[in-house]
Nanobody, 116 residues
Framework: QVQVVESGGGLVQAGDSLRLSCTASGTIFSINAMGWYRQAPGKERELVALISSGGSTNYADSAKGRFTISRNNAKNTVYLQMNSLNTEDTADYYC??????????WGQGTQVTVSS
């Protein structure tokens, strides 16, 4: 079994920063990629940032220039540094872990609320 746990969410004001963490544990042989997704009330879940095993990254347009995704492969951990937060960033943030054979595991999510 693979467990995925996020942390770091909270209530902040516009302009503040947060760093989210996600750690995968269990019987993991290899992780191909890890990413962050978010879902706001009444909206579909969307990709925020992705980092592959090779280190390549991909960001949503709304995240470029403000968010940075990084990883620690030895710890099976991915981070999302979020700067200059605005109210449109308010959502539940979910971590996705893609393992060998392209099987995905999801965390329970961590809530980010940005007030004006």
């Amino acid at each position: 079994q693979v467990q995925v746990v996020e942390s770091g969410g909270g209530l902040v004001q516009a302009g503040d920063s947060l760093r989210l963490s996600c750690t995968a544990s269990g019987t993991i042989f290899s992780i191909n990629a890890m990413g962050w997704y978010r879902q706001a009330p009444g909206k579909e879940r969307e990709l925020v940032a992705l980092i592959s095993s090779g280190g390549s990254t991909n960001y949503a347009d709304s995240a470029k220039g403000r968010f940075t995704i990084s990883r620690n492969n030895a710890k099976n951990t991915v981070y999302l540094q979020m700067n200059s937060l605005n109210t449109e960033d308010t959502a539940d943030y979910y971590c996705k872990v893609r393992v060998l054979n392209s099987y995905d595991y999801w965390g329970q999510g961590t809530q980010v609320t940005v007030s004006s």
